[in-house]
Structures are given as C-alpha cells and as structure tokens.
C-alpha cells in the first residue's frame, strides 16, 4: 500500500475544501508548503458548520494528527509542577495532552470565522478540525430549540466538547467577562465563575487534568495581574474544597509577561 505524505494529504485537503467552499473554488493554489497550510486554513476557519464527506474528514484527521506530531505533543510529565497540582506552561495550548483544554470562546459558540486570525479560538478549532465547530453547533442548536433562537451563551456557563484532532480529550469553551469600561467587582465575580464552573464541569465528566489559557485578557481587556491573581485564588480555593478531584491544572500562558505573572502568584 502507497505511503501517503503529508504534503499529499495537504494538497488533496485544499482543493477538497475549495470545493467545498463554492465561492474559492477557483482561487489559484500556491506552491510551496507554507502558503499552502495559510489557504488550508483559512478556508476551515471561515466553513460554516455542515455536511461533509467522510473522505475528507478522513484525510483531515490523518493530516491534523500529523500536524500534531510536527509540532511536538506536550504531556503531563514534561510540565513540571509548581505547588499543590499546579503548574504553568508557557506556549501553544493545543500542543497538550490533557484531559481539558480551555477555549476563550464567544457568545454565539461557533469558534472564530476570521482567517488566519491568532485568537486561541481559532488555534483550537483549526486543530481539532471541522467536527469541533459542527459539535458546537448542534449544542447551540439544541440550546437555542429550549430557549428562543436568540440564545447566546451567557458570560461564564460552560460547554463541553470532544477535542477531535486535539491531543487533549476534551475542550470546555467558555465565555470569560468583557471589561468595556473600568474593572467592577461583579467583572471580577465572572471571571472567577468562569474558573470555578470549568473545574465542576471537569469534576462532573471525570477529566481529572486541565489547562486554563488567560480569560478574558487580550482582546477582552481583562488586566492581565489582576486575572491572574482571581484565576490562582479561585483555582487554589476549588481544589482545596474538593480535594483528589483534580490532579493537575495548567496555567497556559502565551506571553513573557503573563509568565512573570502567574510565577510570581505561585512562588
């Protein structure tokens, strides 16, 4: 039987989903490897949620999985713990093998549509592939059936979903508070909610390790301290009261200056 390379598998994916896409169908496909995985993408990240054939999704997976390996899969035991089953690690979230990753999502639940864009929303669903975004939207469909087709998913109420092509099991999207105006005690209660209600979700499923990107900071303008400092109260508060109920929480963090921050809390 015929090796495929990886390098086939992208070639077959990205005249597959121009097909699919309608609209790009013609656009010309470039020729080196790179450009490639940019158009590739780009075409996932603006796919709306439907049908496609199992041999696509069959490549899709076989190609992501490989991706997964070229950029190296981080588990447990190469992220040192710091204190009481935490840890900090700096770096791509979906590189983890853990039981939960945690998805900075927003209120219509879908992942991001813009291409190429460098929100975690978007790292995670380009990596778990097409499935995430269709198992997100048959949750929002049933969500919307029970309350009104308006629904959107409040501030700090949880969904789990599959992690598909991830390394991590599972991923629980969540909406962390937006900060228009100034810091309030009530922004500083959600965003301590979004924490708690995450780990009772894990607790509830059984997940027992779990990495938390940086809620609600970024584009959110959570300040960067003071989120961190709710993230390791809440956190440190939660495994206290439900001690053995989770082995490992990961802080995963991005930037320099988020690291100097959650080591700081955890010296």
Known sequence: MKHVTQEE?????????KADSGKYKDIETPKDIESKQRILRSLMNIRMPRDISSDVLRVQDEY?????????IITLSDIPEIRNGLSIWQGDITRLAVDAIVNAANSQMLG???PLHTCIDNCIHTYA??????????QMNQLQIRYGRDYEQPTAV?????GYNLPAKKVVHIVGPIVQYKLTPALEKDLADCYRNTLDICKEYGLKSVAFCCISTGVFHFPNRRAAEIAVETVTSWMSEHPGEMERVIFNVFKEEDRAIYEDLLS
């Open 112 to 114: 991001c549509f813009v």
């Open 158 to 162: 949880p969904m789990l979903t599959d």
């Open 9 to 17: 598998r992208l070639d077959y994916l990205v005249e597959a989903f």
């Open 64 to 72: 992501l999985k490989g991706r997964s390996e070229e950029k190296g």
């Open 129 to 138: 592939g097409v499935q995430l975004r269709a198992e997100c939207n048959r």
